[in-house]
């Protein structure tokens, strides 16, 4: 074989494992506008930047309503980068739906904080369900949150580590403040928690599960 040849070989291999690695996965944004994705109070919070939606401004939650699985998800993985600047609070809501205003009272947050100084539950934590304190993250740095929601368990993972994972007991009537914070099937939410918080969300991706 000649060194072209190798060549043409190594990328053809290269190209396969790629495409392997990408099988059962489907982007949610499409990295240009916010297609797919509807803001509640307070729409101009949000707005895309160099491939990610910035969530910055007054508090308000932005929906993916696309047609992908008609916005309804219950057993999937979702991985999503993101990006904190300082003192900034986020998250990323699974099995939740849209509502015009307020915190979604459906659904589990994925929190995102990684030195908001005001809330303890740190990047990683199922919010208010299993919660986090330690540091996992950067600020100014990409990091990866890792939703896994199969049966009545969800597993957090962030750049592969393992921070929550909980399973609804049968009994489960929800939380203090979120009676509707139960396992079922929804859509993907992002949060931008207040006008002092700048957090960047980018490559978000979800892989059904039979």
């Given at each position: 074989?000649?060194?072209?040849?190798?060549?043409?070989?190594?990328?053809?291999?290269?190209?396969?494992?790629?495409?392997?690695?990408?099988?059962?996965?489907?982007?949610?944004?499409?990295?240009?506008?916010?297609?797919?994705?509807?803001?509640?109070?307070?729409?101009?919070?949000?707005?895309?930047?160099?491939?990610?939606?910035?969530?910055?401004?007054?508090?308000?939650?932005?929906?993916?309503?696309g047609?992908?699985?008609?916005?309804?998800?219950?057993?999937?993985?979702?991985k999503?980068?993101?990006?904190?600047?300082?003192?900034?609070?986020?998250?990323?809501?699974?099995?939740?739906?849209?509502?015009?205003?307020?915190?979604p009272?459906?659904?589990?947050?994925?929190?995102?904080?990684?030195?908001?100084?005001?809330?303890?539950?740190?990047?990683?934590?199922?919010?208010?369900?299993?919660?986090?304190?330690?540091?996992?993250?950067?600020?100014?740095?990409?990091?990866?949150?890792?939703?896994?929601?199969?049966?009545?368990?969800?597993?957090?993972?962030?750049?592969?580590?393992?921070?929550?994972?909980?399973?609804?007991?049968?009994?489960?009537?929800?939380?203090?403040?979120?009676?509707?914070?139960?396992?079922?099937?929804?859509?993907?939410?992002?949060?931008?928690?207040?006008?002092?918080?700048?957090?960047?969300?980018?490559?978000?991706?979800?892989?059904?599960?039979?």
């Amino acid at each position: 074989m000649t060194g072209d040849m190798k060549r043409i070989a190594c990328l053809l291999l290269a190209a396969t494992s790629l495409a392997a690695a990408d099988a059962g996965w489907t982007s949610l944004f499409n990295g240009k506008d916010l297609t797919g994705w509807k803001p509640n109070e307070n729409p101009a919070t949000f707005s895309v930047q160099d491939g990610a939606i910035v969530a910055h401004g007054p508090h308000s939650h932005c929906f993916y309503v696309g047609s992908f699985h008609n916005h309804t998800f219950k057993d999937f993985e979702l991985k999503v980068d993101i990006m904190t600047k300082p003192n900034s609070n986020g998250g990323v809501y699974i099995q939740t739906e849209y509502q015009d205003k307020g915190f979604p009272d459906k659904g589990f947050e994925v929190q995102v904080n990684n030195t908001y100084n005001t809330d303890p539950r740190r990047t990683g934590s199922l919010y208010e369900v299993a919660d986090n304190a330690k540091e996992v993250a950067k600020d100014d740095q990409w990091f990866t949150e890792d939703i896994l929601a199969k049966g009545d368990t969800i597993t957090v993972k962030v750049d592969g580590k393992l921070v929550a994972q909980w399973t609804q007991p049968a009994d489960w009537k929800g939380t203090k403040d979120f009676a509707g914070r139960r396992i079922g099937a929804g859509t993907i939410a992002l949060q931008a928690h207040d006008p002092g918080s700048i957090v960047y969300y980018k490559n978000i991706r979800i892989k059904l599960l039979p």
